[in-house]
């Protein structure tokens, strides 16, 4: 069990760092190598634990909105999960952030999801 939380939270941090690679919006900040990787796997662990037990309330909260939409819901309430996370970055003084919650959170998200997704194929349980 661990191993599979460490091995998501390495999956987490690749995709943060993809998606921050390919959006402008989202930073991880300046510094040397060695701060950003740390600053990635911190936040990495933050968004981890922020999707294990925030994400399935707002899920559940937003559910209406969910079937309304046929699941694209899904992807606003992904990006509120990037914001929070950005948020806690900063109550922790990591350099993460998210500038606006349109363009830069729902792209974001977006990407997350889709490099989660194939890099989960690789993991095995």
Do not use: C, R, Y
């Not at 069990?1 to 760092?17: K, P």
């Not at 911190?42 to 707002?58: D, Q």
């Amino acid at each position: 069990m661990l191993i599979n939380f460490a091995l998501q939270t390495v999956i987490n941090a690749v995709a943060l760092w993809v998606a921050a690679w390919a959006i402008p919006g989202i930073t991880f900040g300046g510094g040397s190598t060695g701060q950003v990787v740390k600053t990635v796997v911190i936040v990495a662990l933050i968004f981890g634990i922020v999707n294990m037990f925030i994400k399935p309330l707002l899920k559940l909260i937003s559910l209406p909105f969910i079937i309304l939409t046929l699941g694209l819901f899904v992807f606003i309430v992904n990006a509120l999960i990037l914001q929070l996370t950005s948020w806690l970055a900063g109550t922790f003084n990591l350099a993460f952030h998210v500038e606006h919650f349109f363009w830069d959170a729902v792209f974001g998200a977006l990407i997350i999801t889709f490099v989660s997704m194939i890099l989960s194929f690789v993991k095995t349980d």
